[in-house]
């Protein structure tokens, strides 16, 4: 009996390890073919192709170069998670007869971004949009948060995450559909659905009619913060001057305007819950819907309106100091993008009032330099006007070619970053 069990085992683990060598074998081609077939445009490298235990197959140090600005696009691993050994053992066969894997997910993990691919994304990805305007609320007058902003928060450089994959349940007729990116230090974001199919997915396989006649039944988002929060707190109480208390409710005044200069208005729990998130750093934001009737995927005629859709969703909102609440929006009389008024004092002012016997507070005073001889100033504590019409305060630690490096006092503590002399309008001296 234990020679038969032996014999047994021996069979398994020579199966396993034939079955993992064929499944690498053709990983790895596929990998040198799609090497070969970019190589006139784009230069790609990798490191160890395995699989695991409980069933994944993993790429390690992938990086991808195109030949146009010779600019690596890198990663720490790829991986497709199977869910467990025999399904990803039975992977090609499954797909083979035209059926869908019970549970899959592709991940990368550490895909570095730098600050020059973020440069290229500044005038598509990073413009002003309806919410952009919500997180820069109360920030000076910006609309959004341009790439020499995002430098000066710390985020020149991104490390982030990603997992996209689904998973059948109730025997195929729902469908788990998961969304997670994590930028490290910054923010975390999970999304996840759950979609009814008519059939069981593998009754007939995949289909026009079969995605048609999907419906939403639920979604939950959860928005984790990761530092996000704080860095735009001391980035912005740096640009205007204020205290973090003082800048909070500033954003949060401004906030609300936002929602009237698009003609609507939050609900008080809204108000209450996104108060809770921005003054607790760290916490979770957690969207619920849960539309009742389910929402027919197929169907485009499905009003944008969002005093609508907050009814027709059955949204609610929540941390975990204040739990998941009900929210909405209502329609609210539209307010133009003014100037704010002056106030009854500034207006009934004398235009011309009398010299005051009281002596002016004294100011810090400054000394215009110019660009050419930052190099003359190094360790010099200096005020910086960019082109852009953003102003940066910190201390000169080198100058080399056409970039300096500024040593700046942010998040309790200090952070060295690089300027361009190029955007450089006006130094002052301290």
């Not at 949009?129 to 020499?148: E, I, K, L, M």
């Not at 999970?190 to 999907?214: H, V, W």
Request: net charge negative; hydrophobic share 35%; glycine share 8%.
């Amino acid at each position: 009996m234990k020679r038969l069990l032996l014999v047994i085992a021996a069979i398994a683990i020579a199966g396993a390890i034939t079955a993992q060598y064929r499944i690498t074998s053709g990983v790895t081609d596929g990998l040198e073919a799609a090497k070969r077939g970019m190589a006139p445009y784009a230069t790609m490298t990798y490191g160890d192709v395995s699989t695991t235990l409980d069933g994944n197959i993993e790429i390690t140090d992938v990086a991808f170069t195109p030949r146009m600005d010779n600019q690596p696009i890198h990663a720490d691993k790829l991986a497709l998670v199977t869910g467990s050994p025999w399904a990803l053992l039975s992977l090609e066969d499954t797909i083979s007869n035209h059926e869908i894997p019970e549970q899959l997910s592709f991940v990368i993990e550490g895909l570095g971004v730098d600050a020059s691919f973020m440069a290229g994304l500044d005038q598509n990805t990073l413009g002003e949009t309806v919410f952009t305007r919500f997180d820069t609320a109360g920030c000076g007058d910006r609309t959004y948060f341009n790439q020499a902003d995002l430098a000066a928060m710390g985020y020149d450089q991104l490390t982030v995450d990603m997992t996209i994959g689904y998973r059948l349940m109730t025997g195929g007729q729902e469908m788990a559909v998961n969304l997670k990116t994590v930028s490290r230090g910054q923010m975390g974001v999970d999304a996840e659905m759950i979609i009814n199919l008519p059939r069981p997915m593998n009754d007939g396989g995949p289909s026009a009619a079969l995605a048609q006649g999907a419906t939403l039944s639920s979604a939950t988002v959860r928005m984790e913060d990761l530092g996000n929060n704080e860095r735009i707190v001391d980035f912005c109480t740096g640009e205007t001057g204020l205290t973090t208390a003082d800048f909070r409710e500033q954003h949060l005044n401004a906030w609300q305007d936002e929602w009237q200069y698009q003609g609507l208005k939050p609900s008080d729990s809204l108000v209450a819950v996104y108060k809770d998130f921005v003054t607790h750093p760290g916490s979770t934001l957690t969207f619920t819907m849960e539309p009742f009737p389910a929402l027919e995927l197929g169907n485009n005629y499905l009003s944008p309106d969002p005093v609508y859709l907050s009814g027709r969703l059955n949204p609610k909102l929540g941390t975990e100091n204040t739990g998941l609440r009900p929210v909405s929006l209502s329609d609210a009389p539209k307010t133009a993008r003014n100037e704010p008024p002056a106030s009854p004092e500034q207006e009934a002012a004398d235009p011309f009032p009398a010299p005051s016997s009281t002596p002016a507070p004294t100011r810090k005073a400054y000394r215009q330099v110019s660009v050419a001889t930052l190099g003359q100033h190094i360790q010099d504590d200096v005020r910086i006007t960019l082109r852009n019409g953003r102003k940066m305060d910190g201390r000169i630690m080198t100058v080399q070619g056409q970039s300096m490096k500024l040593k700046r006092y942010l998040h309790g503590g200090t952070m060295v970053v690089p300027v361009n002399l190029g955007d450089i309008q006006q130094v002052l001296l301290h």
